[in-house]
């Protein structure tokens, strides 16, 4: 009578011929960790950045309100207050946007930066796994064409 093959034994050599390497998955999970780190600092400075023109339009504002808010002799002095408000305001606005547009500038290019810098450093490591991965193969390949 024929004898039924033992298949855990046939996978257990054909899985032992070819190991895993896991250190590639290790690696990647580091340096995209490492890259979000990075990314998220940059986030949190720009938040930070903003937060403090924010506050510094919205004290300067309440300012130049109080300047208008105060009681005129005249009429017409109710009208230079609002219009001198309003061109300060206009002012302070195109100053402020300015500032929002230098810290965009600056995400923007941190950013870039960042993501060319590790592009590069991932392809250089996947270049290394597929070097060692087809090193390994090939070496487990020839051990069981010896055997």
């Known amino acids: 009578m024929a004898k039924t093959q033992d298949f855990t034994a046939m996978m257990k050599d054909m ?17 995209t960790a490492a ?3 990075k990314l998220s600092s940059v986030a949190l400075q720009a938040a930070e950045k903003s937060a403090e023109i924010s506050n510094s339009w919205a004290k300067e504002t309440l300012t130049k309100l109080s300047d208008v808010s105060k009681a005129q002799a ?3 002095d109710y009208a230079k207050a609002a ?3 309003a061109s300060a305001s206009a002012e302070v606005a195109a100053e402020n946007m300015a500032a929002f547009a230098e810290v965009a ?3 923007q290019m941190d950013t870039v930066e960042l993501l060319m810098s590790a592009g590069k450093d ?5 270049s290394a796994a597929v070097k060692k991965a087809t090193n ?3 070496s487990a390949a020839k051990k069981a064409a010896a055997k």
Do not use: H, I
């Open 15 to 31: 899985m032992g011929a070819f190991p895993v390497d896991t250190t590639a998955m290790e690696d990647a999970f580091k340096t």
């Open 35 to 37: 890259l979000n780190e």
């Open 74 to 76: 005249e009429p017409a």
């Open 83 to 85: 219009t001198d408000f």
């Open 105 to 107: 500038k600056k995400v």
């Open 122 to 126: 991932m392809s250089e490591e996947a």
């Open 136 to 138: 390994d193969v090939t």
